[in-house]
Nanobody, 131 residues
Framework: QLQLVESGGGLVQPGGSLRLSCAAS????????IGWFRQAPGKEREEISC????????NYADSVKGRFTISRDNAKNTVDLQMNSLKPEDTAVYYC????????????????????????WGRGTQVTVSS
């Protein structure tokens, strides 16, 4: 059973930066599509970024495009989310999730997996953007 653990959340002022990390134990993440999701109080969980198993495809929600960057660190077996120019509306619990992709389907290769295909989830890390 793939277990994911998020880290790097915290309190940051508007305009600041945080780097989230998604780590796995017992499995190598390069066999999985990895998505970063977030859920704010009273709102539905939304996908904000995704990276294919090869790392060749990435996607971003419009709300974070140009500010967030997803990347793989295969040496550390992590998928990181660099978040810059943070806004109060970025406040949420952030989750990483994995969709097994070995071999990847055409949908997975383009990082277009629907949320229901992500079978493994971390417990989340809180990000609060406030002055």
């Amino acid at each position: 059973q793939l277990q994911l653990v998020e880290s790097g959340g915290g309190l940051v002022q508007p305009g600041g930066s945080l780097r989230l990390s998604c780590a796995a134990s017992g499995f190598t993440l390069d066999h999985y599509v990895i998505g970063w999701f977030r859920q704010a109080p009273g709102k539905e969980r939304e996908e904000i970024s995704c990276i294919s198993s090869s790392g060749g495809s990435t996607n971003y929600a419009d709300s974070v495009k140009g500010r967030f960057t997803i990347s793989r660190d295969n040496a550390k077996n992590t998928v990181d989310l660099q978040m810059n120019s943070l806004k109060p509306e970025d406040t949420a619990v952030y989750y990483c999730a994995a969709d097994f992709a070995d071999p990847p389907t055409a949908v997975q290769a383009m990082c277009l997996s629907p949320i229901e295909d992500f079978g493994s989830w971390g417990r989340g890390t809180q990000v609060t953007v406030s002055s």
